[in-house]
């Protein structure tokens, strides 16, 4: 009988380690696998960058698929899924407080009477009727209510496209178009 092993030479780094460093394999004569934990860490992390945007892209197509779908509802009806959301929504608002306090402020004062409900307002950048109102400098709670009705379109360009934030310099040019009547 041969007498049990000790040490073995790793194959990435070259070096002599305890067993104890090497995962098992059974396939392999020793039981071990040929790589010790850190090198197949490392290894594994570069193969998992190396292929992040061809696996993203094939679970992207997978979800857009009729199965996809299927199971995306599946988890987010499941008790898993349900707290998954929960934690990500408490995340979210946890990270903005100025903001939540600042739509709360808004939405009490259209409560209140002290704004005209978003939608009976036309944009301020075009000629649409206006569906949400944008917080101009931010959302620190003395500016909570310096607000501008703005349609659906123009506030995602002000939010997400950069260049169209020449509108907030260009604000005097604007044409400012008049009040809507109340729906």
């Known amino acids: 009988m041969s007498e049990p ?5 790793c194959c990435a780094c070259k070096s002599i380690k305890p067993v104890a460093d090497f995962s098992k394999n059974r396939s ?8 010790c934990k850190l090198c197949k860490k490392a290894s594994d992390k570069f193969s998992y960058q190396k292929h992040k945007s061809a696996r993203n892209a094939a679970n992207k197509r997978y979800r857009k698929t009729e199965r996809g779908k299927a199971a995306n509802k599946r988890y987010d009806q499941s008790e898993k899924g349900r707290a998954t959301h ?11 407080p100025n903001y939540r306090k600042a739509t709360s402020a808004v939405s009490h004062a259209i409560r209140d009477g002290k704004l005209p409900p978003a939608n009976s307002l036309q944009c301020h950048y075009c000629p649409k009727q206006a569906e949400q109102y944008h917080h101009i400098l931010g959302y620190e709670p003395k500016h909570a209510l310096d607000v501008e009705p703005v349609c ?3 506030h995602n360009k002000i939010h997400i496209k950069k260049p169209y934030r020449s509108l907030l310099s260009n604000r005097a040019i604007l044409p400012s178009y008049p009040i809507l009547k109340t729906i």
């Open 86 to 96: 929960l934690k990500a929504q408490r995340r979210y608002w946890d990270s903005r």
């Open 152 to 154: 659906r379109s123009c």
């Open 5 to 9: 092993i000790i040490t073995k030479r």
């Open 28 to 35: 392999v004569k020793d039981g071990l696998c040929r790589c």
